[in-house]
């Protein structure tokens, strides 16, 4: 299982261009509170760190399943998170939707997941030769979070 978070090359060249997928112009801010759910480390931000809202586009979906949605990520490039870290330790605590998707980017089933055992979500929709990859979304607010591949 690896564990996707925002490729960085995709991040700095939304940096450089300083517009994100909507076209709207990247504007860093500082997070004065904390707690925002990075998608560049897969962490919630620290109080003061420089952080930007981008709307984003997430791999694997195709046409009318190409959602784009609001993500905050780091505002200057950051260490990532590496594929085998498993579920991210500071999301554990949070429910997840789970989405799983075919080799054609069309949503085929989906699940509601406590994080503390999200595994268990994970694999069985990866059992299921037909879903290549799956997104964790916010339960409420509906933003994507990573992507799960196997
Ligand atoms: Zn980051």
């Known amino acids: 299982m690896d564990i996707l978070a925002i490729p960085a090359a995709q991040l700095d060249g939304i940096r450089a261009a300083g517009r994100d997928v909507a076209g709207n112009g990247y504007r860093p801010t ?15 931000s620290r109080p003061g760190e420089q952080v930007a809202l981008i709307a984003y586009r997430p791999a694997g979906t195709a046409g009318a399943y190409a959602e784009i949605g609001p993500v905050f990520v780091h505002a200057a490039a950051c260490d990532g998170y590496p594929a085998d870290g498993g579920w991210p330790p500071e999301y554990r605590d949070r429910q997840q939707v789970l989405r799983a998707y075919d080799d054609r980017g ?3 089933d ?36 990573f992507a799960i591949s196997r």
Request: aromatic share 4%; with cysteine; hydrophobic share 45%.
């Open 106 to 108: 069309r949503i085929c």
């Open 110 to 145: 989906a699940l509601l997941v406590d994080g503390a055992d999200a595994e268990t979500g994970i694999a069985k929709l990866l059992a299921d030769p037909a879903n290549v990859v799956v997104h964790s979304r916010n339960v409420l607010y509906g933003c994507y979070m």
């Open 30 to 44: 500082v997070d004065r509170a904390g707690g925002s759910p990075l998608r560049c480390c897969l962490r919630l």
